[in-house]
């Protein structure tokens, strides 16, 4: 009798031993957005909304090439103005012209992930765009 008592914890310690041991792959972090001061709070929230669409797409179809290593860990860098507003993505570089067609990113797709990119709070780390990305 002794030892059936002794022994109902040698599961549990495997157990917990098999799942600290595991890798459990976190999720990555979510953006936060600045807007400007003067913006109405229903069109934050209307935006706010396009803005967590975009950084799904964006994960779904630029983060493979455009996300860049800082601190040990991945993550989105920050675009310039000028870079949103003036570089297509279909089109800047000969990597998007076969790889990112309108029937992966439809034109109102693209609009939110420009408002991802557009709002997405700066962290300091300079986007790469065009052929020198992809030379990496």
Same mark, same amino acid.
């Given at each position: ?48 909304? @396009? ?45 998007? @012209? ?39």
């Amino acid at each position: 009798m002794f030892k059936v008592k002794s022994v109902w914890w040698l599961p549990v310690l495997s157990l917990s031993t098999i799942l600290s041991n595991c890798k459990v792959q976190k999720k990555p972090d979510r953006a936060e957005f600045e807007f400007p001061a003067a913006m109405k709070d229903y069109v934050k929230a209307d935006f706010q909304k @396009q803005c967590v669409k975009g950084e799904v797409l964006y994960d779904l179809h630029c983060s493979g090439c455009h996300n860049v290593k800082a601190k040990r860990k991945m993550v989105v860098p920050d675009f310039t103005t000028a870079q949103v507003l003036s570089y297509d993505m279909r089109l800047a570089n000969k990597a998007h @012209q076969s790889n990112l067609d309108s029937e992966q990113v439809t034109t109102e797709e693209l609009g939110y992930i420009i408002s991802f990119l557009s709002y997405k709070k700066k962290i300091g780390v300079p986007a790469i765009i065009g052929e020198e990305n992809h030379s990496k």
